[in-house]
């Protein structure tokens, strides 16, 4: 054999040796049977050939290729997956398309359902796509600019005001106001330092208060003690029963004094009836005359049977008519 037969075969061996080396530190075994199932995507950024297929984790095949589809639009990927995975035939089963970093890197993983029927070998799987990070920061985020862009030229307003209201030429800003505020301090320094003596004085007579306070602070506590046993008192001795009576009372005061208005009993009868209040009056009137006489003339209501009573009698009636002439 010549040289250069020897030299062909070395490197036929070690582009062999190489490619073989190149698959198995990638996790491929060219020597080891697949089978093939397919899945359709819409987009399938960041995935190339030879991504991982994985079941929680667990590698179980390997993108074998990827074309797009012209009729549809839509890009069919070939997976070659190990010869003892099942695979259910259920609406929950799914080829999900999924980042890895922050780069976009794609990886597929498959979610299975519950079904006792498998899919068949050359089976397209259902397809899930699942946004990245960064895709799912900007949607979120895109809100939020939309509202700061209304906001900005709010707080682009704001920011006037606040600088006017800072411009020391502004006659309501900030310095004019903290102008007259220390204007304000120095005018009751003014009267702090006129009235100090007064100011010591008050101060004094203050703590002299707090002092006869504190001095007096036993006789205090037995007033208010005193004033707590006349509330005791006040409340053992049933006012509200005393209350209750007096209203009892002032009730029947108020039916006896309707009554009496109505014209009820013999004082009503009195004050609402004339006639009589004249009768009354009448006898009262006789009763006084008749009291009258008895004291002028006694002798015609005593009578003394004595002899010559007669004669006396009509004696002293005649001098009593000729003295009442």
């Known amino acids: ?45 960041g995935l190339y050939k030879s991504n991982q297929v994985e079941i929680n984790g667990f590698t179980v095949g390997r993108v074998a290729d990827m074309q797009r589809d012209p009729s549809t639009g839509k890009i069919v990927v070939k997976l070659d997956l ?44 259902p397809t899930y796509f699942k946004r990245d990070l960064t895709e799912q920061i900007g949607s979120e985020i895109d809100p939020i600019i939309h509202d700061v862009k209304h906001i ?11 600088k006017y209201l800072f411009d020391p030429r502004n006659p309501r800003g900030i310095y004019t106001t903290l ?3 220390n204007n304000a301090i120095a005018k009751v320094n003014d009267i702090l330092v006129g009235n100090e003596i007064a100011l010591q004085q008050t101060i004094k007579n ?15 506590t037995n007033i208010l003690k005193n004033f707590s046993d006349v509330s005791d008192s006040l409340e053992q001795a ?15 005061l108020n039916q006896v004094a309707a009554d009496i208005n109505q014209g009820k009993g013999t004082l009503g009868k009195i004050i609402k009836e004339d006639d009589l209040y004249t009768s009354i009056d ?23 049977n004595v002899l010559g009573s007669k004669k006396a009698e009509e004696r002293r009636e005649k001098k009593f008519n000729e003295s009442g002439k």
């Open 238 to 252: 049933n006012l509200k029963q005393t209350i209750e009576n007096l209203n009892k009372t002032i009730t029947e």
């Open 1 to 45: 054999m010549t040289n250069q037969a020897k030299v062909g075969i070395f490197s036929t061996i070690t582009v062999a040796i190489f490619i073989l080396g190149f698959y198995f530190l990638k996790g491929i075994d060219l020597f080891e049977r697949k089978n093939t199932y397919y899945a359709v995507y819409e987009r399938v950024d």
């Open 152 to 162: 900005v030229p709010t707080l682009d307003t704001t920011i006037v005001y606040i």
């Open 206 to 220: 203050l703590e002299g208060i707090t002092g006869n306070i504190q001095k007096n602070n036993q006789q205090i």
């Open 179 to 181: 102008g007259e505020v």
């Open 282 to 304: 009448t006898a009262v009137s006789n009763l006084n005359k008749l009291l009258l006489d008895v004291k002028q003339r006694p002798y015609r209501y005593i009578t003394i």
């Open 82 to 125: 190990i010869t003892d995975l099942k695979i259910p035939d259920s609406d929950s089963t799914s080829a999900q398309l999924f980042s890895t970093d922050f780069l976009g890197t794609k990886k597929i993983r498959l979610v299975f359902g519950t079904s006792d029927t498998y899919l068949k070998e050359g089976d397209t799987i």
